[in-house]
Nanobody
């Protein structure tokens, strides 16, 4: 089972930027699509962004499209989420997820491995 460790969370002012990283264990990273999800207090976990195993295809939630960018470095077993123009409503715990297939998807239940999450707080 792949293990995922996120980092990069913290406190940032509205309008600022932050980059999250997620390092995966194992030798099958490039065959796995990766996703970022987030969960705010009292809300369900929601899709943020996903990237295919090769990195050639990406998908974004409407709420972050144009502000966030997902990317990956398969040589480093790492996926990134660059977050720009942050808003207070982006405040949440951000989770990295991996699925046992290369196609990027937005559905939570299709991801089989999850990180522990990293808190991002955007102050107004």
């Amino acid at each position: 089972q792949v293990q995922l460790v996120e980092s990069g969370g913290g406190l940032v002012q509205a309008g600022g930027s932050r980059r999250l990283s997620c390092v995966a264990s194992g030798r099958t990273f490039s065959s796995r699509a990766m996703g970022w999800f987030r969960q705010a207090p009292g809300k369900e976990r929601e899709f943020v962004a996903a990237i295919s195993g090769s990195g050639s295809n990406t998908r974004y939630a409407d709420s972050v499209n144009g502000r966030f960018t997902i990317s990956r470095d398969n040589a480093k077993n790492t996926v990134y989420l660059q977050m720009n123009s942050l808003k207070p409503e982006d405040t949440a715990v951000y989770y990295c997820a991996a699925r046992p297939a290369g196609m990027e998807v937005t559905t939570t239940i299709l991801y089989s491995a999850w990180g522990q999450g990293t808190q991002v707080t955007v102050s107004s």
